[in-house]
């Protein structure tokens, strides 16, 4: 089974990261187009200095968060896959997928993975 890092992290640069850190290192990005509506994902995967996988892809009619949180996943594949039993940290510029997998995915999980408000952007209050 794959060991994968409980947090996702902010960007770094592979170079830039400790000798004492070395190791599987994946990189993500997500990007998005509004003017085609078109949106696309990337992964590279580094061990210890030296590239070795990426993987891209993209799909129309999508938005940007979407495809930040699809490079996670097809990195998460990816490493489930093809680098069992090591431990992997996964690095993205994107705060929405870096606090969705750290702190959020805590509370989608007890809610069954939906929302607990039909709106996401509603507030609870009390009278």
């Known amino acids: ?18 000798a ?5 290192h994946i ?6 187009d509004p ?3 078109h949106g696309g994902w990337a992964f590279v ?5 030296a590239e070795i996988a990426s993987g891209f892809g993209g799909v129309g009619d999508s938005a ?12 998460a594949i990816w490493i489930n896959s ?13 705060i929405y997928a870096v606090t969705g997998c750290n702190i959020r995915r805590h509370i989608w999980k007890n809610n069954g993975w939906k929302k607990s408000n039909p709106n996401g952007n509603a507030r609870s209050r009390k009278c």
Request: with cysteine; net charge negative.
């Open 1 to 18: 089974m794959t060991s994968i890092s409980n947090e996702l992290h902010l960007p770094a640069t592979i170079f830039g990261i400790p």
């Open 20 to 24: 004492a850190q070395h190791g599987l």
């Open 27 to 32: 990189f993500v990005d997500g990007c998005y």
């Open 35 to 37: 003017g085609s509506g």
């Open 45 to 49: 995967a580094y061990r210890d200095v």
């Open 64 to 75: 940007n968060n979407s495809m930040e949180l699809a490079a996670v996943l097809k990195a």
């Open 82 to 94: 093809e680098a069992t039993d090591e431990a992997a940290t996964i690095w993205s510029d994107s």
